[in-house]
């Protein structure tokens, strides 16, 4: 399957295929519009810093028990907009103006794909043998 990527730090990459963060936010000029109704494969940074180990606290996450340089599953992307702060509940932080990437829907694949992650969107070869047999797409 090949598909787009994204690549998100940790914590955020396991929460949002947690189901728990519910908009990736970026400070981008555009919205990327083309983006909506696709799936979008999630994409763990390597990097593993204190930014990391400290954002990872606030969640009650041992950093040492995540994937990184890794995609980690799918997700839908049912909307892309400028947020306010209202959304901040559901992006997990403060998001006044950040481009928001709705994420529902996430599926994690049978075991991590290594992979090396770039700035921006990149395409994926996901093999599959890494997809589970329930994963439906939905309409």
């Not at 981008?28 to 930014?51: M, S």
């Not at 950040?98 to 694949?109: A, Q, T």
Request: hydrophobic residues 40%; aromatic residues 10%.
């Amino acid at each position: 399957m090949r598909i787009r990527a994204l690549t998100i730090w940790q914590p955020w990459a396991e929460l949002i295929m947690r189901g728990e963060k519910l908009w990736e936010t970026r400070f981008w000029d555009n919205v990327p519009v083309r983006i909506v109704g696709q799936p979008l494969a999630i994409h763990a940074g390597k990097v593993k810093n204190e930014t990391v180990r400290y954002d990872c606290q606030s969640f009650d996450i041992d950093p040492d028990t995540l994937t990184y340089g890794a995609i980690l599953g799918t997700v839908h992307v049912p909307e892309v907009r400028r947020l306010t702060t209202e959304d901040s509940e559901a992006a997990l932080c403060v998001c006044n103006g950040k481009v928001g990437i709705g994420c529902e829907y996430p599926i994690w694949l049978l075991k991590p794909l290594p992979w090396k992650g770039t700035q921006g969107f990149f395409w994926v070869d996901i093999p599959d043998d890494l997809v589970p047999e329930s994963h439906v797409r939905p309409v």
